[in-house]
């Protein structure tokens, strides 16, 4: 009897056997046998160097362990247990050299306290020091990547011949991964760590301002300084070291966003504090409705004891505005000028008032437009600004070739723009985390809390430098801090240069 499904079977089994037959000959095909042997030697090279792929070498008053391991991003971290990790992106290879610090001898730390000349020694030796290690650390590496790539070929074929190939592979792959890192290595990427862990510790492991503005030119300083931060770390860590004064650096703590959370202004307090902040900058956005009943809120401005420029954003009412410029320390900015600590600052607040956005459609025209009219008063100012201080982008956009520096917020996350003209845009995240709203974040994370201290040249007024502060939000206990070097700071604005392009850094706004 004839049956579409006797046939069906048939054909099904006679699709599995050829298959199974392609397979069997794959299988004792060239192609399959020297592909199993190159992933036995990358696996093998792989658990070779997570095994045994480590050296401890003295640097300094420290001892230092060095460990490589293969990771997508090629970077270097220096872990500074239990404060924290410091992160370079040094290469482009995708190899992670990882230094922990797992000793310090006392005798050459307590040297470095009593004699001021002890760091400047040093930095003559410390270059060999590393030089050294690093050496060391390649030959272990090669060593142990080469014998585990060896012993895991030999295990799974029993073939003197394949376990040698096997290790041939490991010893190629690593050769080419250290040849590029070597090729693409960057000393000057020392200068502008990551800083992750116990927020308190980060102006000394991140380094002084003193070194931003002028002194991390020299790759063994920059390397001796990191030494000798570290190391007075671990000597005296409930009396962390303080940095002299630097009167030719005016440090301003930008915030945004706060959005009426409490646990905003502790965090203002205590970066004022550990970073010697000169002035506060706040792009707008103080409360969330505006409200009379939330206008004592501002009243814990004139307990930061230091000038507290503002602008109005759109959840904050004239009311907010009048609260703020009652408190002593308070630089309210309404389409005027001032000069503060030494840096002349334009600001205006935004003409939106829109305390519940599900019922309100603004205008984005009439802002631009009323930022427009604002940037063409500027620029025929007789004042020379250096820093624009608006709450959006959309009002600040035309201010593009107008000034070096424009401060914004409004977006709940960071992020920065060199443009053609020369202008630098900082979009600030949300220091509020953006209050009770950033617990309904489409995400389902928290939004974090972040800030940047900015380092300006006090004559020139011009930003030399930036630590970007990221802290977990609400429920999270992350820390974070990344140091972002201006490349040509004292670059003319309002000339259009190509090479002046650099791509927006942080996230998409929110």
């Not at 992670?96 to 400047?120: G, H, K, W, Y």
């Not at 020369?422 to 309904?440: D, I, P």
Request: with cysteine; net charge negative.
């Amino acid at each position: 009897m004839f049956s579409w499904e006797a046939i069906n079977r048939h054909d099904l089994r006679e699709a599995l056997q050829r298959a199974r037959a392609a397979f069997a000959r794959v299988r004792e095909g060239r192609v399959w046998r020297w592909g199993c042997v190159v992933a036995a030697g990358l696996l093998g090279g792989w658990l070779g160097l997570a095994l045994a792929g480590e050296v401890v070498t003295p640097i300094g008053p420290a001892d230092v362990t060095f460990s490589l391991s293969p990771q997508l991003n090629g970077e270097t971290v220096v872990d500074v247990a239990p404060l924290g990790r410091l992160a370079f992106e040094t290469h482009a290879a995708p190899l992670r050299v990882e230094a922990a610090i797992t000793d310090i001898r006392l005798s050459a730390a307590q040297e470095m306290f009593t004699d001021p000349e002890a760091i400047n020694r040093m930095a003559s030796g410390i270059g060999q020091d590393l030089r050294d290690g690093v050496v060391a650390l390649v030959v272990r590496s090669l060593l142990t990547a080469v014998l585990g790539a060896f012993l895991m070929a030999l295990l799974l074929f029993r073939s003197l011949r394949r376990a040698l190939a096997g290790g041939a592979v490991s010893l190629g792959a690593l050769a080419v991964s250290g040849a590029v890192a070597a090729a693409t290595f960057t000393p000057g990427a020392i200068a502008e760590p990551r800083y992750s862990g116990l927020i308190a510790g980060a102006p000394q492991v991140v380094g002084g301002a003193e070194e931003v503005v002028g002194r991390f030119g020299q790759y063994q300083e920059q390397l001796a300084g990191l030494v000798g931060n570290v190391s007075m770390i671990y000597e005296a860590t409930s009396e962390l070291p303080v940095y002299e004064d630097d009167e030719s650096v005016v440090r301003v703590l930008h915030v945004s966003d706060i959005q009426l959370n409490p646990a905003s202004w502790s965090i203002i307090s205590s970066l004022k504090e550990q970073y010697g902040v000169d002035a506060v900058v706040d792009s707008g956005d103080l409360t969330d409705r505006g409200s009379p009943a939330e206008d004592a809120f501002a009243d814990e401005i004139a307990d930061l004891d230091v000038p507290y420029v503002w602008v109005k954003g759109r959840h904050d009412s004239m009311g907010t505005q009048r609260a703020v410029e009652s408190q002593p320390n308070a630089v309210v900015l309404d389409g005027d000028t001032e000069e503060v600590e030494g840096l002349m600052f334009y600001g205006s607040g935004d003409p939106r008032y829109t305390p519940d956005e599900t019922r309100l459609d603004p205008d984005e025209g009439e802002v631009a437009a009323q930022g427009a009219e604002e940037a063409e008063r500027v620029a025929d100012g007789p004042e020379n600004v250096d820093v624009a201080l608006m709450h959006s982008r959309t009002q600040a956009e035309a201010f593009d070739g107008v000034v070096p520096l424009v401060l914004t917020g409004d977006e709940h996350t960071r992020t920065t723009e060199l443009t053609d003209l020369g202008t630098r845009f900082l979009v600030q995240g949300s220091t509020g985390g953006a209050g009770l709203s950033g617990l309904e974040h489409d995400s389902g994370r928290p939004i974090p809390y972040q800030a940047s201290v900015l380092y300006f040249d006090g004559e020139s007024g011009r930003l030399q430098a930036r630590d970007d502060i990221d802290l977990g939000g609400v429920g999270l206990t992350s820390a974070q801090v990344e140091r972002k070097i201006e490349d040509d700071p004292d670059a003319p604005v309002g000339e259009s240069d190509d090479a002046t392009d650099e791509p927006s850094e942080g996230g998409s706004p929110s």
